[in-house]
């Protein structure tokens, strides 16, 4: 079993912390199969690597049925 210890004294954006677990070793499928035993329907995830500002990370997205939401 990993720990991981998060100090978040200020909160912690959700979007961004799972892709960092992601991108840190925890297969998609896992989360995917996780997510899949809440009683909540009308979702998708995914997931992708990025580079922004020569930056490389892994950017993970919620999309919901019949809604876009454009900023």
């Known amino acids: 079993m ?5 100090d978040c004294f200020s909160g ?3 979007d961004m912390f799972l892709g ?3 991108d840190a070793g925890l ?4 989360l995917r199969k996780v ?4 009683p909540l329907d009308g979702y998708r995830i995914d997931s992708e690597t990025v580079l922004r500002s020569g930056i ?3 950017s993970f997205k919620v999309h919901l049925e019949g809604r876009e ?3």
């Open 2 to 6: 990993k720990i991981a210890y998060l």
């Open 12 to 14: 912690v954006s959700g």
């Open 20 to 22: 960092a677990l992601l």
């Open 27 to 30: 297969p998609f499928e896992d």
């Open 35 to 38: 997510l899949a035993t809440l």
């Open 56 to 58: 490389g990370g892994l």
């Open 69 to 71: 939401h454009h900023h």
